[in-house]
């Protein structure tokens, strides 16, 4: 798991520079077929997964080099796990309710999420819309492997009702725009990390609540694409 290499570094890591297959031995080829897969993705999600949806369409339409092996929700009614089903992905329930009526600490609910989620071997674990904070117990198992997506610039409106909270600052009068980002989870901070990619979307005064989610939600899909698109390049580089 983690360290699905991609056939530039296994050429590199079995001593290869030249790409003349005729420098391959049979074993070796074996071995670079074998390993050429496409990159495994868990998605954790909480509700509708339009941007569950923007992978599948992504994978489905070839531009991304990606597998997503298992989806997890937190909640059972999330639209995200029929959009999972209708593409034929393995889905998982996991509620925290049931941790919580047995006395049980958070950690035990993340080990058991973690548990989960390692049994389908992924080498990035996306948070497109995760409504719970991981803790370490389980950052520390996939460490430097999670990425989050935030509906704000960095440093902007961390945590719920980010949306909301940057149209609200726009009619105050204290922002000019707003926009989301992606970007890694180190620790239990939340919606902070190092930045895979961020975009500004622009607010206008003709704005109401929903447009500016949609442009938001619209931005969203696009970047996050783009950023997992990067991140399976640079495995390939390794
Ligand atoms: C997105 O705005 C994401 O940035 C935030 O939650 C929302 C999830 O939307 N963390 P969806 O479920 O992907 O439609």
């Not at 897969?37 to 923007?54: C, D, E, F, H, K």
């Given at each position: 798991m983690l360290g699905n290499h991609k056939p530039i570094a296994l050429?590199?890591?079995l001593g290869i520079r030249s790409l003349g297959s005729n420098l391959l031995s049979d074993t070796q080829r074996l071995y670079l077929l074998s390993?050429?897969?496409?990159?495994?993705?868990?998605?954790?999600?909480?509700?509708?997964?339009?941007?569950?949806?923007?992978?599948?369409d992504a994978i489905r339409m070839r531009m991304l080099d990606?597998?997503?092996?298992?989806?997890?929700s937190n909640r059972k009614d999330a639209y995200g796990l029929e959009r999972a089903t209708k593409a034929g992905i393995a889905t998982r329930y996991h509620p925290l309710q049931p941790y919580r009526a047995a006395g049980?600490?958070?950690?035990?609910?993340?080990?058991?999420?973690?548990?989960?989620?390692?049994?389908?071997?992924?080498?990035?674990?996306?948070?497109?819309g995760w409504m719970h904070i991981l803790s370490d117990v389980f950052l520390q198992r996939?460490?430097?492997?999670?990425?989050?997506?935030?509906?704000?610039l960095p440093g902007q409106f961390p945590g719920i009702n980010a949306i909301q909270r940057a149209f609200e600052a726009y009619q105050a009068g204290k922002i000019?725009?707003?926009?989301?980002m992606v970007h890694l989870v180190p620790d239990e901070q939340v919606d902070s990390g190092p930045i895979l990619a961020t975009q500004e979307v622009l607010i206008y005064p003709?704005?109401?609540l929903e447009m500016l989610e949609k442009r938001v939600h619209q931005s969203e899909h696009q970047v996050l694409v783009g950023a997992i698109h990067r991140l399976i390049a640079g495995d390939g580089d390794e």
């Open positions: 050429l590199r890591s390993n050429n897969m496409p990159t495994r993705l868990a998605v954790l999600i909480s509700g509708n997964g339009s941007n569950l949806q923007a992978l599948i990606a597998e997503i092996v298992i989806v997890v049980q600490e958070r950690s035990e609910y993340d080990a058991a999420l973690a548990e989960i989620v390692a049994a389908y071997k992924p080498d990035w674990i996306v948070l497109a996939f460490p430097y492997r999670v990425i989050n997506l935030h509906p704000a000019k725009k707003t926009g989301i003709s704005d109401t």
